[in-house]
């Protein structure tokens, strides 16, 4: 039986105060012993901020880390790092990064590599965009990107990673895809994986991504394929990143 998983990306937003806000809106609001995994991505100055904050049961991540596990290479974070600041996952492949850094799927194979070598359990980003969906590519552009991840990554390592549905047309758009379009997909990847992984991808978990609200979570989450989503602008406010995690109990 596969545990949902909620985590929310809050990106390039946040501060000390409204950190300690929000985590402390959280304390009040999500269940002391939830059924559900929980855990937020803030950035990386206020990881450790973060993690003094932290309600019972919510664990830490990072947004992204580096391809080198140290070195020359200002302005990185390595993996190691992330260890000592008490992080448990960590986010590649985000369509953002994908998009505005020019990450290539060689890269974020090499970034998932590194965070299992640490022990730290990968988000697995893929996704869509609006062009591929609409010319009916959806699924073959993420065989694509999980295709590279399958090459360069062991299958008992492989079988520890999350994968991360996020379709780019639906983060921070306001549009989501339809409960029946996220499963499409959620199926395909399980899929895909399970002709690499046999029924090792069974017990993997696939989030959801892109305008998770929480008059959608409970819908979305009640897919077979759906284990949980990764929140972004949600994640943010505190009754309804409460909500969307209520949704997945």
């Known amino acids: 039986m596969r545990r949902n998983l909620i ?5 390039m937003h946040g501060s000390k105060a409204s950190i300690a806000e929000l985590l402390g809106g959280l304390k009040q609001r999500l269940p002391a012993s939830p059924r559900s ?19 019972g049961g919510v664990q830490l991540g990072a947004q992204n880390v580096a391809v080198e596990p140290k070195g020359a290479f200002t302005g990185e974070v390595a993996a190691d790092m992330l260890v000592d600041c008490g992080c448990r996952f960590a986010i590649v492949g985000h369509s953002e990064r994908r998009q505005l850094f020019g990450e290539t799927d060689a890269q974020v194979a090499a970034k998932t590599q590194q965070l299992l070598t640490h022990r730290l359990t990968p988000i697995v980003c893929v996704g869509e965009s609006l062009s591929a969906r609409e010319a009916n590519q959806t699924l073959a552009v993420i065989g694509d990107q999980l295709d590279a991840l399958v090459a360069a990554i062991a299958p008992p390592d ?8 996020e379709p780019i047309w639906a983060i921070g758009t306001g549009r989501t895809a339809t409960p029946e379009q996220a499963q ?6 399980r899929s895909r994986l399970q002709s690499k992984l046999g029924a090792d ?3 993997m978990r696939i989030l959801y991504g892109g305008s998770v609200k929480a008059d959608n979570a409970t819908t979305l989450f009640s897919q077979p394929d759906i284990d949980g989503g990764l929140i972004g602008g ?8 409460a909500a969307i995690c209520a949704a997945a109990e």
Do not use: D
């Open 234 to 241: 949600a994640s943010l406010h505190t009754e309804e990143f």
């Open 184 to 189: 499409e997909v959620h199926a395909f990847i």
């Open 37 to 55: 995994e929980l855990a937020v991505c803030p950035p990386f100055p206020y990881l450790m901020w973060a993690q003094r904050h932290l309600p």
């Open 7 to 11: 985590v929310g990306n809050w990106k």
């Open 158 to 165: 492989l079988a520890l990673c999350v994968i991360a549905y």
């Open 201 to 203: 991808a069974q017990s």
